[in-house]
């Protein structure tokens, strides 16, 4: 089925998925959000897709929030469910075991901010803004920003930004580790493909248990995390792609990840 709200092109196996309302800055309304659930979705089971670079069209913004024409109808049941519903698609985003990277193009508010956060690292133009503006309208965040920010950035930043609504502007974004890096915008996309054809080259499946370990590792206490990591050492153990990397590494040679 094809989709209203996003557009979708694989490129060497990179998934570029562009959420596509320029005109209301690619704000995330119900539609957009059970789009993006889809996509996800049938990514993280084509084996086609290796990695997910999200995206918003134009040249002004990533996501400028959520939709605050359809915030404005809410009442309290349907604020719960629609809060649930967003955080639900994006943890799925955050637990796809191939790696997602934001190229965040301008404006990410509110649940564009949000939406950055859950996918695995940011690479952002020089002309990019984050920002929680949320109490400015009278509300929290509602996509788990309130959750994301103080882990990416610690409590008190994460509590100046949440309070104060101010814009963050790109280079403090990177300085507080909000984003990986920043690049002019003219190199997004390919600092955006860098990034994940650095990636894209080591053992997939070591990968994927990467990803596993810190994000489901970060919510445990310190020796569950211990654990989770090394029962996922142990099946990296139990494949061939481990056998394939070390016996490249003593035969002086390049590993050949695919061929497994
Ligand atoms: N929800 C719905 N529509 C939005 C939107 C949002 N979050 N953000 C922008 N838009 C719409 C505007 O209403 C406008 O639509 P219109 O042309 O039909 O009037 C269009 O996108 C362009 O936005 P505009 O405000 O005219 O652009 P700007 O350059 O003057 O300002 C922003 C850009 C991002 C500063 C401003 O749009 C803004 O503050 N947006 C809301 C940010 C926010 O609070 N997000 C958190 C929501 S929880």
Redesign the pocket.
Known sequence: MAYEHLKLANEEGILWITINRP???N???GAVIGELDRAFTEAAEDDAVLGVALTGAGD??FV????????NTLGPEAAREFALRGQEVFNRIERMTRPVVAAVNG?A????CELAMACHMRVASSNA?F????V??G?I??FAGSQRLPRLVGKGRALEILLSGRNVPADEAERMGLVNRVVEPVELTGAVVDLLKSILRNGPVAVGHCLEAVNYGLDMAFDDGCLLEATLFALCASGEEMKEGTAAFLEKRKPDFRRN
């Open positions: 005109d209301k800055l704000a995330l309304n002004r913004a400028a929030g959520a939709d605050i024409a359809e915030l404006y508010l509110g649940g564009g803004v920002g929680q503006p949320e400015k309208l509300l965040p509602g």
